[in-house]
T-cell receptor
């Protein structure tokens, strides 16, 4: 199956700093990528939809100025957590949708962010 | 928004037994997918069933979909200790263009 690579897998940062997470589709072009967040022992919640060459669409309650998304190419989307706080500590995971609809979405390995 | 609800939330069975997990959803869908997640790790895609399908098999997995009841079930037969994980259903509308809506998950423990 298709491969989506997410980097880094783990990151620890200090409060107030920014962290960038990369999501790459390695063997297919993804016009649409998605970013999810998962708190401990909870399910995944969609944060935003990232479309190549256009602004991301954020879900209700997700601050677009805090979670900056850039989808500059058909194989790369980045999520930057700006001015991170301890409450931003979570598991962030991306997925990419191949061009064909109604098919499997491919997920990255996830990034465990810890803000201290 | 969270629309899927799995039950049970937690399930503990003996190795070799069958495990059944259920998922209900609220809106119309194009497909429903089941994923497995080992503790603190990424998602493993198990199976996708489209809205015009009623049942699908993959190895020891059997998934059913009842769109009239807006529900799905995942059956794992002859369970193994390695099946211990959290299982999530996720629904897609508009072919997945709006992302997936995940259920709350079932934590499955297989006792050796």
């Amino acid at each position: 199956g298709a491969v989506v690579s997410q980097h880094p897998s783990r990151v620890i940062c200090k409060s107030g700093t920014s962290v960038k997470i990369e999501c790459r589709s390695l063997d297919f072009q993804a016009t649409t990528m998605f970013w999810y967040r998962q708190f401990p022992k909870q399910s995944l919640m969609l944060m935003a939809t990232s479309n190549e060459g256009s602004k991301a669409t954020y879900e209700q309650g997700v601050e677009k100025d805090k979670f900056l998304i850039n989808h500059a190419s058909l194989t790369l989307s980045t999520l930057t957590v700006t001015s991170a706080h301890p409450e931003d500590s979570s598991f962030y995971i991306c997925s990419a949708l191949p061009g064909q609809r109604n098919t499997e979405a491919f997920f990255g390995q996830g990034t465990r962010l810890t803000v201290v | 928004s969270q629309q899927g609800e799995e039950d049970p939330q937690a399930l503990s069975i003996q190795e070799g037994e069958n495990a059944t997990m259920n998922c209900s959803y609220k809106t119309s869908i194009n497909n429903l997918q089941w994923y497995r997640q080992n503790s603190g790790r990424g998602l493993v895609h198990l199976i996708l069933i489209r809205s015009n399908e009623r049942e699908k098999h993959s190895g020891r997995l059997r998934v059913t979909l009842d769109t009239s009841k807006k529900s799905s079930s995942l059956l794992i037969t002859a369970s193994r200790a390695a099946d211990t994980a959290s299982y999530f259903c996720a629904t897609a509308s508009r072919g997945g263009a709006d992302g997936l809506t995940f259920g709350k998950g079932t934590h499955l423990i297989i006792q050796p």
